[in-house]
């Protein structure tokens, strides 16, 4: 099998080729088909998160990994004891795989497993060309979803389904605001749509972004930049009730918190990095409620997959390249030049 790598944080994947694994037990083989390229990709790929001031928290992978775990494949091979799957069935892979034996993954919160191993992180991912799943309950499937959209699910759309979740925010106009227009935030505003009834208030400081969430269904859009952006909000909201922040900065988290009315929720997603800075005496005073959301269980994901399988959630912009780009993928990425999501497909 083949598959990109990271040989040194930060620096270009390498392709590398090596022996394809033989499943065993309950473990299935997947031939990649497609594999999203998310923002976290990017983090890993540095090799650390930024704390703020100055502090990284470092990721201690051994090297060479493979990225990816946005991960849409074929079966070919399957482990003795494997079950509930076929050779040839397409599927969706959860890739927040826990060890299976903790109290936290005994009550079905893999995702927040601290041994992993995580496809994609831990264990290899879809920049590479084979995946090896350890069992066939992480399969999805995704109906008639296109390749290059379907593992985008496994990620973007399981974090932002969780986060709308978390928000409590249903069949309301002008409730919710959603903090940021990239893939993530494309992905919210379709599913606060399909899932929530609820068309949010989408805010960004790229004004193209802004027109694209505009067009897929948001209620309105506001630049942040803009001296009275939070002013807008607030004569449209008169404080929101819920912010998710798909960005995660301290610049995105200082002015997030500020459009909360009393007793407002803001659920933090985003892993761009920094310090959450709060006047203590505010947060008690106005009952402001200050959660994190990272990804979803495996239950969640298996009640959004029922909704994309019935076509409930209106497809997002993805942008295909070829697997040999991921690099380049990558760094568009840091930098901002992809609209909505970007897919790597292998040949």
């Known amino acids: 099998m083949k598959a990109y790598q990271v040989i040194e944080s930060g620096e270009p994947l390498q392709l590398n080729e090596f022996e394809t694994p033989e499943p065993k037990g309950t473990e299935v083989l997947m031939k990649t088909i497609a594999c999203g390229v998310c923002h ?37 091979k399957l482990g003795p004891d494997a079950s509930d799957i076929k050779i040839g069935d397409k599927r969706v892979i959860y890739p927040w795989i826990g060890c299976g034996k903790c109290d936290v993954c005994k009550v079905g919160d893999e995702h927040l497993c601290a041994a992993g191993p995580v496809l994609g992180v831990q264990k290899g991912g879809g920049f590479g060309d084979h995946v090896l799943v350890p069992h066939s309950r992480y399969l999805m499937d995704a109906g008639d ?12 759309g399981l974090t932002a389904y969780t986060a709308l979740k978390k928000s409590g925010v249903k069949d309301k106009e002008n409730a919710l605001i959603i903090v940021g227009a990239g893939g993530l935030g494309m ?16 805010v960004d400081v790229d004004d193209e972004k802004l027109k694209l969430a505009l067009q897929n269904g948001a209620s309105h859009v506001i630049n942040s930049k803009h001296e009275d ?24 988290t200082e002015f997030a918190t500020g459009l909360l009315r009393k007793g407002g929720k803001y659920v933090l997603v985003g892993l761009y990095g920094g310090e ?3 006047p203590l005496p505010l ?10 959301s990272y990804v ?3 239950a969640n994901m298996k009640e959004l997959m029922a909704l994309v399988r019935d076509g409930k959630i209106d497809p997002i912009p993805v942008e295909k390249r070829k697997a040999s780009e991921a690099s380049q993928t990558l760094q ?16």
Not at 151 to 156: I, L, P, V
Not at 187 to 202: D, E, L, R, S, W
Not at 232 to 250: K, N
Not at 332 to 347: S, V
């Open 296 to 298: 979803g269980s495996l």
């Open 187 to 202: 992905m919210g505003i379709q599913i606060a749509k399909a899932a929530f009834n609820t068309k949010p208030i989408v």
């Open 40 to 76: 976290s990709d990017v983090h890993i790929h540095e090799g650390a998160f930024d704390l703020g001031g100055g502090n990284k928290l470092p990721l201690p992978l051994d090297k060479p990994y493979t990225l990816g775990h946005e991960i849409f494949g074929e079966v070919i």
């Open 283 to 292: 947060v008690v005073l106005l009952e402001r409620n200050i959660q994190g």
């Open 145 to 156: 979803t296109p390749a290059h959209l379907a593992g985008s699910y496994a990620c973007s």
């Open 276 to 278: 959450l800075k709060q």
């Open 332 to 347: 568009d990425l840091k930098d901002g030049k992809i609209m909505g999501r970007a897919a790597l497909m292998h040949d």
């Open 229 to 252: 952006a939070a002013q807008q909000i607030q004569m449209i909201t008169g404080g929101a009730e819920a912010v998710i922040d798909f960005v995660g900065s301290e610049l995105s």
